[in-house]
């Protein structure tokens, strides 16, 4: 794995990390987050790194195929214009919205992608999962042998937009989410492999203990960030996002 290049010594600042402990509506995120993805292209803030929780919802991505939409009755479905098909977001699960600056990164968009998935593998390592990616799919997954030969169940997604190379969506991790939420959709167009969280494969970590390792290994990957900031509110990040 060849690491993301460096931001330059000259740029604006280091990448800004925020956390916010209350969920988030999925449409107040979107508002945000093109917010400042429009700061940084613009040279204005800094690259952020965005760690929330959403409420039980479906997201459909430009490759959305409306078949997997199975029960489209269970929870709200928004349409989104981040890459891959159907996924599920609710509460025990991460989500972290990396708004990157890749005019600066080397401008590579597929390793970014794969830096993405080596950080939520070594993630998971600090917790004794082992995890992988598959050819051909997008996201990571873990082995289950348990439930037969060459039987894996995802454990993390991963969707992302670039506009003017500033990147925006970013990575979902599996905690402690009601898992049987999936079955209303076919998760990214998958549907050979199941999905599985922390606590599914028996690994009872908190969310503060899953963001200090998240952090770590950002860091280890992508180089360093200002210090962690964390947020309150569940609709609106003035503080946060003004760091």
């Known amino acids: 794995m060849v690491n993301m290049n460096p931001v330059a010594p000259n ?7 925020c956390i916010t402990d209350n969920p988030v509506a ?15 292209s613009a040279g204005r803030k800094p690259e952020l790194i965005w760690l929330l929780e959403h409420p039980a919802l479906y997201t459909a991505g430009t490759s959305a195929r409306p078949d997997d939409l199975l029960d489209p009755d ?11 098909q ?7 699960q991460r989500v972290v919205y990396v708004m990157a600056d890749l005019g600066r990164r080397g401008r590579d968009l597929r390793l970014f ?15 004794d999962i082992k995890a992988a990616r598959i050819n051909g799919r997008v996201g990571v997954f873990v082995p289950r042998p348990d439930k037969g030969p060459n039987r894996f169940d995802k454990i993390a997604a991963i969707g992302i937009r670039v506009r003017r190379w500033v990147t925006f969506h970013g990575i979902s991790i599996n905690l402690d989410p009601n898992l049987d939420h999936y079955r209303g959709i076919v ?25 200090m390792a998240l952090k770590s290994t950002f860091e280890t990957l992508f180089g360093p960030t200002e210090r962690a900031r964390t947020d309150q509110s569940a609709g609106t990040l003035p503080g ?3 760091t």
């Open 26 to 40: 999925y449409d107040r995120a979107m508002v945000e987050m093109e917010a400042r993805v429009a700061e940084i």
């Open 187 to 211: 998760p990214c167009g998958i549907s050979g492999d199941g999905v599985t969280s922390f606590a599914d494969l028996g690994h009872g970590v908190s969310m503060a203990e899953l963001d």
């Open 86 to 92: 159907f996924t599920y977001h609710g509460p025990g």
């Open 113 to 127: 992608v794969r830096n993405l998935e080596a950080w939520i593998i070594s993630t998971l390592a600090v917790f």
């Open 11 to 17: 740029s604006i600042a280091l990448p800004h990390w």
């Open 240 to 242: 946060g996002l003004q």
């Open 74 to 84: 269970l929870l709200p479905v928004y349409q989104t214009g981040r890459g891959g």
